[in-house]
């Protein structure tokens, strides 16, 4: 009987809780605010339990210099969110029925759901954490194309967010954070002093791959998707136009500065290891 009704209190717990989630946090006019806070709120958390967890597990981590671990720290955080995001935009872009052509007569700039919009809000708190950290550091954890980037990204994910407008364009455009997980790896590698081994080569050839996809090839195509569909581009308000064209071609000629850069990198690699 006593385990019963431990069983019967935990239940009724339970119920208040997922009550609670869908009343309160998950209700469509909250979610913008409370996904920002929860993406916030992740960030430190991964950013402390990389710190914990760093220093009990990886004996380089405590010769690094000060600024090198909270580096390290706030590579974990963007490598979580490009994680969680990649996933997300992999999933409503081409999975869901959200953006589908015959899903629904509503057009496509303007479809959005409370998944969609709570998964852009937890972005826009990873950028405002993360630009907050490269303001505060600055120009140890980026220079100003990183600012240039994050505000970009923090400025176009917001708005789409708050206003539904262009979510598709968006998520498409967040597609590219799959890039960093690699970007990441190969600061690690450097780091931890591995940068002539077979680790690193591979790392390398994988960032090229999904850099030439992700933030070269994808954004073509999201530029040929919104020219086949620019008669709804142009019934957005006219700030949402602005962001859909002019934040992907500014991103993508960042993109084709980097991607040559990276290029350059794995040649020289590679020619050394020959």
Same mark, same amino acid.
């Given at each position: 009987?006593? @385990? ?5 209190? /935990? #239940? ?16 469509? !006019?909250?979610? !913008? ?19 914990? /967890?760093?220093?009990?597990?990886? #004996? ?21 969110? @490009? ?34 919009? /709570? ?39 917001? &708005? ?34 591995? #940068? ?9 050839? =994988? ?5 030439? =996809? ?9 530029? &040929?998707?919104? &020219? ?19 934040? !992907? ?11 040559? #850069? ?13």
């Amino acid at each position: 009987m006593l @385990a019963s009704k431990e069983i019967m209190k /935990f #239940k009724s717990y339970q119920n208040q809780a997922n009550l609670f989630v869908k009343e309160y946090l998950l209700a469509d !006019p909250l979610i !913008p605010y409370t996904s920002i806070i929860g993406g916030i709120f992740a960030c430190k958390l991964v950013y402390d339990l990389t710190q914990l /967890f760093s220093t009990t597990h990886f #004996k380089s981590y405590s010769s690094l210099t000060k600024i090198q671990r909270i580096e390290w720290n706030n590579r974990a955080m963007s490598t979580i969110h @490009a994680v969680f995001i990649t996933t997300m935009s992999l999933y409503l872009v081409f999975c869901s029925n959200l953006y589908s052509d015959s899903h629904s007569v509503e057009l496509l700039t303007e479809r959005s759901s409370a998944l969609s919009t /709570f998964a852009l809000g937890v972005s826009v708190g990873y950028f405002m954490a993360d630009l907050g950290m490269i303001f505060w550091y600055f120009p140890s954890l980026g220079g100003y194309e990183y600012v240039i980037h994050h505000l970009l990204s923090l400025v176009a994910v917001a &708005y789409s967010m708050l206003s539904g407008e262009g979510q598709l364009y968006t998520y498409m455009v967040l597609i590219s954070e799959t890039t960093t997980p690699g970007v990441n790896l190969r600061w690690y590698l450097d780091v931890a002093g591995m #940068k002539r081994s077979k680790a690193y080569l591979i790392n390398g050839v =994988v960032i090229f791959i999904a850099w030439l =996809v992700a933030r070269i090839l994808l954004f073509v195509y999201m530029f &040929y998707h919104a &020219y086949l569909h620019f008669d709804q581009v142009q019934q957005m308000h006219t700030f949402g136009q602005i962001l859909v064209v002019v934040v !992907p071609v500014v991103l993508s000629v960042m993109n084709l500065i980097w991607f040559s #850069k990276i290029i350059k990198g794995l040649m020289k690699t590679l020619a050394k290891r020959q």
